[in-house]
């Protein structure tokens, strides 16, 4: 049985990660290596390795966007881009460095001057430095030999270091360079006067085992802080830089939701919490800004979270089976190796065929409806008549079974009576609505930043400025220009007690159908605050 107060410590190590809800296994204290730091630093490379995401295309604002998010969750270091590149790239890094406060500002740069003289030119006083040391990207690619790396390598870190800039270098492909010529490398870098040097695993090739080999054969020759650089080709990204990390590694590379080339990078949200919550190694994030800056890197990329990502995904706190769910909500260390909150996200009790009361009753309560166990036991046994036939209950559904057994839905109280979108080209969108509370007809109008936005802002102008929109789903359910789709709006009231309530809708127009699912969701709300 494990020992859940061995791995309850304090938290005094992180001023961010509450100790007393994580719940690893004890086992993990058994292991930890007296070459481990205290404390690591982050570099987050997400702006520029994460950019070379096949697909991925920021914009300059998109970038400050990224950038401040990383900033205001505490990173270390913020690799900023490529700014030899090209002049947008160039213009996307002054405005990175002019933007955030706390983070220092890296930019990758080729061991040349000419790559160096266009980063200092950008305002940068920290450049990240590389060149390909392995035998296949010699023979290969640079059709150069050993000694004119090296000399190359040299003569740009005395270069940036001449100017005053703090200099992390890379051998690129360390992991498929000969260790002997690593050493070597490393050596001669130092005399050079680099900061920091980095051990990519260019290709992702090398397994946990060997890079705690390679880096404890690094640290014999090394004087200044080593990083790591991983990539997932293997899905071992996260594994092997915790791996380096054990042997004394003081810094890891990572990206937001694992994006980068080919497989992608170590994940930041893996890799901070798997340090602090296995070894207690401190780092500088605040665990709690990890849901969101995850959310916005997905929003602002286009790439989507997958539901079993771990630590972010959807379905990372989602709990169905009734024996879990009831787990849970007695305790969260039974089925949950840290709390939700940790993380800036929430738990999810999801409703299937595997579901019980438990799980009814505390989804129903989120949206302050309660019931009896008679009542609950009717829902129960409906859900899982739909789910035995394939079909899905989602929480507006299960509002809708649950208003309709007590009956509370007999009436409508909010009525849309009249309803205008205005938009286009040089347009700023402005909704009009008229609303009919309870007899009373009320008009409204308001801007936003598309139709959607104006639309459901004019309904909030009308019925007051305690009503917020919770969540937004949209989603398409047939095919082509003129499909259906599906969206599903939570909303809520602040007054002395929260409530919330869910609307859904279907149609063709996705602006009207917007407006129908809030108004839906509404109406419900509206219901509940008159009887309370």
């Known amino acids: 049985m494990f020992d859940q107060r061995a791995t309850e410590r304090s938290s005094s190590t992180s001023p961010h990660l509450d100790r007393k809800r994580v719940y690893t296994s004890q086992y993990n204290a058994m292991v930890r290596a007296e070459t481990l730091p205290g404390r690591v630093m982050v570099l987050d490379t997400t702006l520029r390795d994460g950019e070379q995401t096949p697909g991925v295309a920021l ?14 969750m505490g990173v270390d270091v913020i690799e900023a881009g490529f700014p030899a590149a090209s002049s947008g790239e160039q213009e996307a890094v002054r405005k990175i460095a002019s933007s955030v406060s706390r983070s220092r500002v890296c930019g990758l740069a080729r061991c040349n001057r000419k790559d160096i003289d266009v980063l200092l030119n950008c305002g ?91 880096i404890k054969e690094l640290m014999t020759v090394t004087r200044v802080p080593i990083s790591v650089h991983c990539h997932d080709d293997f899905g071992l990204a996260v594994a092997n830089s915790i791996a380096a990390v054990r042997q004394g590694a003081q810094q890891v590379h990572v990206t937001v939701n694992g994006l980068g ?28 800004k990890i849901g969101p800056a995850s959310k916005l890197v997905s929003r602002l990329t286009g790439y989507p979270i997958p539901g079993n990502k771990a630590i972010v995904g959807a379905n990372a706190f989602a709990h169905e089976s009734g024996i879990h769910v009831h787990g849970v909500l007695g305790d969260p260390s039974t089925y949950e190796a840290f709390g939700p909150e940790l993380v800036g ?47 899905g209950v989602d929480d507006a559904e299960l509002v809708a079974l649950a208003s309709h057994i007590v009956g509370q839905r007999e009436a409508k109280n909010v009525r849309l009576k009249e309803f205008a979108v205005f938009t286009g080209i040089n347009t700023t969108p402005t909704a009009v609505v008229s609303i009919e509370v309870n007899g009373e007809k009320k008009t409204g109008t308001s801007i936003g930043i598309g139709p959607v936005d104006a639309a459901i802002n004019a309904i909030k102008s009308v019925m007051g400025n305690d009503i917020s929109l919770e969540e937004y789903r949209l989603s398409a359910i047939t095919g082509g220009s003129d499909s259906l789709c599906e969206v599903t709006v939570r909303v809520a009231r602040c ?18 159908t917007s407006v129908d699912s809030t108004m839906e ?12």
């Open 521 to 532: 969701a509404l109406d419900r709300l509206y219901c509940r605050k008159k009887e309370q």
């Open 59 to 72: 914009s300059a604002d998109d970038k400050v966007r990224i950038a401040q998010a990383l900033d205001d």
């Open 495 to 512: 007054g002395g007690k929260k409530m919330m309530s869910i609307g859904k809708a279907v149609g063709t127009d996705i602006v009207q």
């Open 261 to 288: 080339e080919r497989a992608g990078n170590a994940a930041l949200e893996e890799t901070i919490l798997a340090l602090m919550a296995f070894f207690d190694v401190e780092t500088s994030v605040d665990t709690r």
């Open 124 to 214: 940068l006083d920290y450049v990240h430095t590389f060149i390909a040391t392995s035998d296949i990207h010699l023979k290969h690619k640079l059709k150069m030999d050993r000694s004119q790396v090296k000399a190359r390598a040299i003569d740009s870190i005395e270069y940036a270091k001449s100017h005053g800039l703090t200099v992390e270098f890379s051998c690129e492909d360390a992991t498929r360079t000969d260790l002997e010529f690593l050493k070597e490398m490393h050596v001669a870098v130092q005399g050079a006067g680099v900061d920091k040097i980095n051990v990519p695993d260019t290709v992702g090739t090398i397994s946990p085992p060997a890079m705690e080999y390679l």
């Open 345 to 391: 996200v929430q738990r999810n009790i999801v409703i299937g065929k595997h579901t019980g009361a438990h799980s009814v009753k505390e989804k129903l309560g989120e949206y302050g409806i309660d019931l009896t166990d008679e009542q609950v036991a009717q829902i129960v046994d409906k859900v899982k008549k739909l789910a035995d036939s394939g079909k």
